[in-house]
């Protein structure tokens, strides 16, 4: 019989160090996030970028609201399983060791719960009670969103709670963000709760309260520039940042958006030359509306942002900065205080441009004109809030989720800033919304929402 | 009182004589053999009966004379046919109570095709061949009575004994797709004596679970007895491509009309000689050039293939010993450039009689092949060779593309279009070459011992072994890969196999009754390691070695398996004409759960010659007739290491639009990093088994001038060991699963005619015809649909229930009366996603093969058909939404009202949206519209053609010659009849190891063959 005992791998492990396999996890998912798939697609249907319509067939037809179901099950398949499950494995793994290793696990929730909110985000309502349980839900049901992010809110506490600052019991090495070290850890858990917040405070206004609360100890979230959540990337060979390998420093197809031209272009916007790189011959920034024929005047996607050791924005101190204006300017969990705004706007303004490596005198002389940079305290409280909607959107255009998301929440339907409008020859009818059902999911789980959401579906935050 | 006989033995199909033909007296013995020249002595009693019996042909008595010169009829045309069954036992066709089909020789060396298993099509019933592509060395998939699992398709392939290896590299949308062949291919079929298919699971189940999918048992050639022989085969071929596109060449590259040079399409202005601003990169700094069309520049860029196949064997024997030693080759060149095979195989087949109890023989092979310039294909890949070729812009002179692949000046690819859009064809095959090398042994020792008349031990000892390198090459300046890669892969295979057999033999224990018993073991180990390396980023220039990249990353991969067997089969034979097996075996496998790796498996079979019980009794214009049924359970296993929760080292992660090798590990701190599996493991699986049942006859009317085989067969696998593919959402793509019941039945169909035989003419018909229908019967409860392939776009191979195998994809919404709707805003057809467009398999299949022979000339033809199932075509698509398809062309300034309605309010009426052809053709070419690509797989092939003339014997009489033979023959020369425009609809992309079949993209055209053969026997 020992003959035939012989089944197992020797090129396999049965048992492994957490951290293996959280590196994994964050990798592929930063890499799925910088990709044709999430960054291409999002960019475009989100209007962020421009395909530059017949000009280029290299990016499909992404821009007409027809996204390729290869980007919408590989993005699915990021969250869930080459990101999302091996973080559920290393959280397994972490807990049941002897002794706990808390900090390890927390972690690894800290950032499990980000992939959970992108996804929930891009796809509505998803899976999360019953995912990650193969055994036990072989066709997981899809909870509603607000239960989702309600979860995350309760997945980050109990990481909060978890983590152990004496032990050292943890990812240190291998955590690319902040080395391991904890509090900062528990800084981002505060920062993402903020982000749910925001995002849910809308539909939900009882979120203010928890708003306030954060807003009492904003040393407790990211507080300084430093502490952004970012992957770096390097000049090495195989380790660039993604962007760079897409397009390997050769013309990226993918040209400025008309939408964000008008916003940056009147003020002169000191990250112009980093976000855009002008064709030869040309002084003025052109962008092209969605899936309009760009030509050789159009302005294409910058190669600062191209550059192999660009890094790769999670969470951003200057994007906390525009939350936290937006908070006070609307009187969430707070009373409205336009001066607290104001400061904070500016700073953050400044934040973003700065990070960007705008040019430092353009800066300073832009913040500090109200011709260009509107004091909030000058404008009605309506004006105010879409300054600081128009800062969100602008600050996150390298960063397509996160904008697709900031515009859907910054109005009601109709009202979202910047106003964006039909591509040219998309299906006529409402703006996408969402990335519909990811055709892995609906061909294999009986239990997908019926009927299954279109693209232009608002989801439940969504107004 | 006895007498002296003397006398010579001919062969009727060559007039040769036929040394060591067994002459025996009838009722006795007493005996003597044939020496070298046929010739024998016999001293007999007066009044005697002569029996003179040889293998392969029919015996005969005549009664004993001073001289009796006898002619032996092969017994391939007759009734006491000898064929091959499980374990190379030789069985009598007559009682074998399952069908078997055997190709000879001459079947596989007429009209040889490199591969061997392209010989096989159309040729027998149920068996169904498909070349993958025009790739030089590509592979070729063999299905046997339909798909029976959804993860894969593998017949089991038996040299003399030994199970070997039909291995082949991947297919599927990866970035390089790359046909490197499959392993069978490396057989010469000059080496083959006989190939016989054992279709059903009874005529397997001695094999066990490896033959589920059939079996293939080849028999090698051994030397003749008699005087030392020499065989020539030489043959000349010349290839082309069977089909290519029809183009249009009336437009020039842009888009709506307008000339635009950052284009590769057709979607620009009509040609009418203007003067425009070229591409730049190939006309010769002078880019303001008139626009002209040139029709041949697809055409222009394949070339003639041309190969040799060539083959020498020296052969002999006597009365203990014989001998074949054998040596071909195939030199070939493509008819894409740059692409060319070399095989070598060197073969020996030898066997001697130590004693009248000890007997030993040893085949075995050892092959060689160097092909070079392997052409990528794929979906969407820069470095896809026909992508580059048939997107080439009607303007594009192919001659100037070819005389300007590298800037002399800064030694920089020319591209095509500015900004790095397309590579230059001649780049790719002049530097992006894939090429791969194969050594491969296989060799099997048989020991017999005879203790005693009715006892046989026999012990089968084999090997086959090889090695493949293949190498990838993406040069530095390669669009799509500019900083230049390479990947290597090293491939070892071992298998080893060992069969012990025991026969017991009584023919008198009871009157009438005839009976034999095999007992046997086997023990079986499979071994597989892989060594690829990838390397980017190099420094110098085509200099392809590990430290002249910037980074590099290696991945091992390694397999083992073992298999045990025990088996038994007991025969029983009543009289002349009835006849009873029943087998059985236990396997233990490796791979399987200790709980449940040792699986039983029985088979009962039997046969009635009815005839023999008719004979005498009237019914002369009946020659034959027989019936025969059969049963059989088998079980089977999966492969290794599927049980247990495993953490895999992963070395990247997937970068859409670049590939899989975008990041590596170390990434930044993350030295190395580990991933859950994606499959999630089952650790209690249990074999997969099938049932499965068949009835069959066999007939012949009119002294054999009309033969009939029918066989109707129907089998239920269950417990099928697949990979489902689950919701993403449970942190998996797939779990293996007991699931899923796939039920096979169809009727199998043979005539044989012999329309018109007189003394020198002779006129041979056959037709075979096969229905297969495969149902899904059941997939996991509450699941009735999913995938076993996936193609590109929403386009998939699924399992439904209640349907056969079928393409899925993006389908034009109709109607209720059937028409096309329409978006009355776009004019388009309105299209839902994941529908069914039509089972992969088809209806039925059928050849016919006509033979003509006159004296020394014969002439004979074989045409395949296929009816039904549909074939997506990634090709057409592509030259549909580029504007470069025939039908995409003529007058554009006609606008198009596509026929169908709007859906309005409601209500259907007729649409009167007008779109320009531009607007049509890219929706309908789109590959978000999978319909608008597919098409009925349909068609009708000649595939064969053949004409031989045997030089007459006496014209060589006195010299050494003894035959020689010159033939024109041709394959693949006529597609009469398709369903599908512009490409072949036999080409698939998925490879011939997967169950996904019926889709392409962009693959290798087929290519047409006619050559010359000659053949001398000295």
């Known amino acids: 019989k020992k003959y035939l005992d012989i089944n197992t791998n020797p090129l396999t492990a049965t048992k492994v160090d957490p951290k293996l396999l959280f590196g994994y996890a964050v990798t592929a998912w930063d890499v799925s996030k910088n990709s044709g798939d999430s960054y291409i697609s999002i960019g475009f249907i989100g209007q962020s970028l421009s395909s530059g319509g017949d000009f280029s067939q290299n990016w499909g037809a992404s821009n007409l609201y027809n996204v390729s179901p290869l980007s919408i099950g590989n993005t699915w398949k990021v969250y869930f399983s080459n990101g999302g499950n091996n973080l559920q494995q290393a959280i397994s793994i972490a807990q049941a060791a002897s002794p706990v290793n808390n900090n390890t696990a927390a972690q690894c929730k800290i950032v499990l719960a980000q992939l959970m909110y992108e996804a929930t985000t891009l796809y509505g309502d998803i899976p999360y009670s019953q995912a990650f349980q193969p055994d036990k839900y072989p066709y997981p049901k899809y909870d509603a969103q607000k239960d989702v992010l309600e979860s995350l809110l309760k997945l980050l506490d109990e990481a909060i709670a978890q983590i152990d600052p004496t032990s050292v019991l943890k990812i240190s090495d291998y955590d690319i963000y902040y080395g391991g070290d904890m509090s900062k850890w528990k800084k981002l858990a505060n920062s993402i709760k903020f982000k749910i917040l925001m995002v849910m405070v809308d539909k939900d206004p009882t979120k203010a309260a928890a708003i306030g609360t954060l807003l009492s100890t904003p040393d407790a979230m990211i507080s300084s520039s430093a502490e952004t959540w970012l992957t770096k990337y390097t000049t090495g060979t195989n380790n660039q940042n993604p962007k760079y390998r897409l397009f390997l420093g050769q013309n990226p197809f993918t040209y400025a958006s008309k939408v964000i031209t008008d916003l940056m272009v009147p003020t002169n916007d000191p990250r112009l030359p980093q976000y855009f790189d002008l064709p030869a011959g040309q002084t003025t920034y052109i962008g092209v509306p969605a899936n309009v024929d760009a030509d050789e005047k159009t302005a294409i996607l910058g190669s600062y942002l191209l550059r192999p050791d660009a890094p790769s924005v999670i969470l951003s101190y200057q994007e906390l900065e525009l939350l936290q204006a937006e908070a006070y300017a609307r009187g969430l969990g707070v009373g409205v205080n336009m001066t607290k705004a104001e400061a904070l706007f500016k700073q953050g303004v400044t934040d973003a441009m700065t990070f960007y490596q705008a040019n430092p005198a353009a800066v300073t002389a832009y913040v500090n004109d109200p011709t260009k940079l509107p004091n909030l305290t000058s404008l009605s409280a309506t004006d105010a809030i879409k300054q600081i909607h128009i800062q969100q959107w602008v600050d996150l255009m390298d960063r397509p989720l996160e904008a697709f998301v900031q515009w859907k929440r910054s109005g009601p339907d109709g009202s979202e800033v910047p106003a964006l409008t039909l591509p040219k020859d998309a299906t006529p009818g409402p703006l996408i919304r969402r990335y519909t059902l990811s055709p892995d999911e609906t061909s294999a789980n009986p239990n997908i929402p019926k009927p299954q959401p279109t693209y232009y579906d608002k989801m439940w935050f969504d107004l | 009182q006895n007498r002296t006989v003397t006398g010579t033995v001919t062969a009727k199909d060559d007039g040769l004589p036929i040394p060591g033909v067994t002459v025996k007296i009838k009722g006795t013995t007493t005996g003597a053999q044939t020496n070298a020249t046929g010739k024998y002595t016999l001293s007999v009693p007066t009044g005697s009966t002569l029996v003179f019996s040889f293998i392969g042909y029919v015996s005969i008595e005549k009664p004993a004379a001073d001289v009796v010169n006898v002619v032996l009829v092969p017994a391939s045309n007759q009734l006491n046919e000898v064929v091959v069954t499980a374990l190379n036992i030789s069985r009598e066709a007559k009682t074998i109570g399952y069908s078997s089909s055997t190709l000879k020789s001459e079947d596989l060396t007429k009209a040889r095709d490199a591969n061997v298993l392209n010989s096989m099509a159309g040729k027998v019933a149920g068996v169904r061949i498909n070349s993958q592509s025009g790739t030089l060395g590509g592979s070729t998939k063999i299905v046997i009575r339909g798909v029976n699992s959804f993860n894969g398709n593998s017949p089991l392939f038996v040299i003399d004994g030994l199970t070997v290896s039909d291995n082949t590299s991947s297919g599927g949308t990866v970035a390089n797709n790359v046909d490197f062949g499959n392993r069978m291919g490396d057989l010469s079929s000059d080496d083959i004596e006989s190939m016989t298919v054992l279709k059903g699971a009874a005529a397997t189940a001695l094999y066990g679970s490896r033959a589920l999918d059939g079996a293939v048992i080849i028999t090698t050639k051994k030397g003749k007895k008699g005087t030392f022989s020499v065989d020539i085969n030489s043959s000349v071929r010349f290839d082309n491509p069977l089909v290519l596109p029809k183009f249009q060449n009336e437009y020039a590259q842009g888009n709506q009309g307008v000339y635009a040079n950052t284009q590769l399409n057709g979607w620009g202005p009509k040609i009418t000689g203007q003067s425009v601003n070229q591409f730049p990169n190939f006309t010769a700094g002078s880019p303001q050039t008139p626009l002209v069309a040139y029709p041949d520049n697809v055409k222009d860029f394949f070339q003639t293939g041309v190969s040799a196949i060539n083959n020498i064997s020296f052969g002999g024997g006597d009365e203990k010993s014989d001998y074949r030693v054998s040596f071909s080759s195939a030199n070939e060149k493509g008819i894409i450039p740059e692409s060319s095979l070399d095989r070598y195989t060197l073969a020996v087949n030898t066997g001697r009689n130590f004693s009248d109890k000890l007997s030993s023989r040893f085949s075995g092979s050892y092959t060689n092949i160097v092909s070079d310039g392997r052409p990528a294909q794929s979906a969407n890949n820069q470095n896809a060779i026909i992508n580059s070729v048939y997107g080439l812009p009607r303007t594009v002179d192919i001659n100037a593309l070819k005389n300007n692949v590298v800037d002399p000046v800064t030694g920089v690819q020319q591209f095509l279009a500015p900004g790095r859009l397309g590579n230059n064809p001649y780049w790719i095959m002049d530097y992006n070459r894939n090429s791969n090398s194969v050594d491969r042994f296989t060799g099997t020792y048989n020991l017999t011992y005879k ?181 059989a359970s088998v079980g089977s296993d999966l492969g290794p290491y599927q049980l247990d929760y495993q953490y895999s080292p992963t070395s990247t992660v997937f970068l859409q639009y670049v590939d899989a090798n975008a990041i590596v590990f170390p990434a930044g701190p993350i030295a190395t990093a580990f991933a859950a599996p994606r499959t999630l493991p089952n650790s209690t699986l249990k074999p997969q088994k099938e049932n499965s049942y068949e009835f069959g006859t066999e007939l012949k009317f009119l002294n054999n001038r009309i033969g009939l085989d029918f066989t109707y067969y129907h089998s239920n696998i269950k417990n099928q060991l697949i990979s489902i593919t689950v919701p993403p959402s449970t942190g998996y793509f797939a779990k293996v699963v007991n699931a899923g019941v796939i039920q096979n039945s169809g009727i199998e169909a043979t005539l044989n005619l012999v329309p018109v035989k007189l003394k020198d003419f002779e006129w041979n018909i056959n037709v075979n015809f096969a229905k297969n229908n495969q149902k899904v019967k059941e997939l996991l409860p509450g699941l009735n649909l999913y995938s076993v392939a996936s193609g590109y776009s929403g386009l998939l191979i699924q399992a439904e229930v209640g ?205 047409r063959t006619i050559g010359m053969n000659l053949r001398v026997s000295l």
């Open chain 2, 451 to 631: 203790p005693v008349t009715w006892v046989t031990l026999s012990n089968t000892f084999g090997a086959d072994i090889y090695t493949e390198k293949r190498s990838l090459i993406l040069r530095k300046g390669t669009a799509g890969y500019l900083p230049g890669q390479f990947t290597k892969y090293d491939l070892l295979s071992k298998q080893v196999n060992d069969d012990f057999l025991a026969t017991f033999e009584q023919n008198n224990l009871v009157k009438d009754f005839k009976f034999k018993l095999l007992v046997g073991g086997n023990i079986n180990q499979r071994f597989n390691q892989t060594n690829q390396v990838d390397a980017f980023n190099l420094t110098i220039d085509q200099l392809y070695t590990y430290s002249n990249a910037a980074s590099s990353t290696a991945t091992l991969g390694y397999q083992k398996r073992r298999l045990l067997g025990l088996y038994g089969d007991l025969s029983i034979g009543y009289k002349d004409y009835l006849f009873l097996d029943v087998t059985g075996r236990n396997d233990w496998t490796s791979t399987l759960p200790v709980d449940s790796r040792s699986y039983f498996y029985p088979s009962v079979s039997g046969s009635f010659v009815f005839s023999e019980v008719l004979k005498d009794k009237g019914f002369d214009w009946l020659s034959f007739g027989k019936l025969r049924a059969s049963w």
């Open chain 2, 803 to 1007: 349907q056969s195998l079928g393409l899925y994809g993006g389908q034009f919404s109709r109607s209720p009366d059937g028409q096309y709707i329409i978006d009355p805003t776009s004019g388009l057809r309105v299209v839902t996603q994941g529908k069914r467009l039509g089972s992969i398999y088809a209806d039925w299949t059928g050849g016919l093969n006509n033979t003509f022979r006159y004296k020394g000339f014969s002439l004979s033809s074989l045409i395949d058909i296929r009816k039904g199932g549909v074939f997506f075509s990634g090709t057409v698509s592509g030259l549909r939404t580029s504007g470069l398809a025939a039908e995409t062309g003529g007058d554009r300034s006609q606008l198009i009202v596509d026929k169908g309605v709007n859906l309005v309010n409601g209500a259907y009426v007729p649409n009167t949206k007008a779109i320009n052809a531009q607007n049509y053709w890219s929706w309908i070419g789109s590959t978000t519209n999978t319909e608008g690509s597919v098409f009925d797989a349909g068609f009708i092939k000649l595939r064969e053609v053949q004409f031989a003339y045997q030089l007459p014997s006496k014209l060589f009489k006195a010299s050494f010659v003894k035959g020689i033979q010159i033939g024109v023959e041709g394959r693949n020369l006529w597609l009469i009849k398709s369903h599908v425009p512009h490409v072949d609809p036999e080409l698939n992309f998925f490879g011939s190891g997967s169950v996904g079949e019926g889709v392409e993209f962009n693959s290798i055209p087929s290519t």
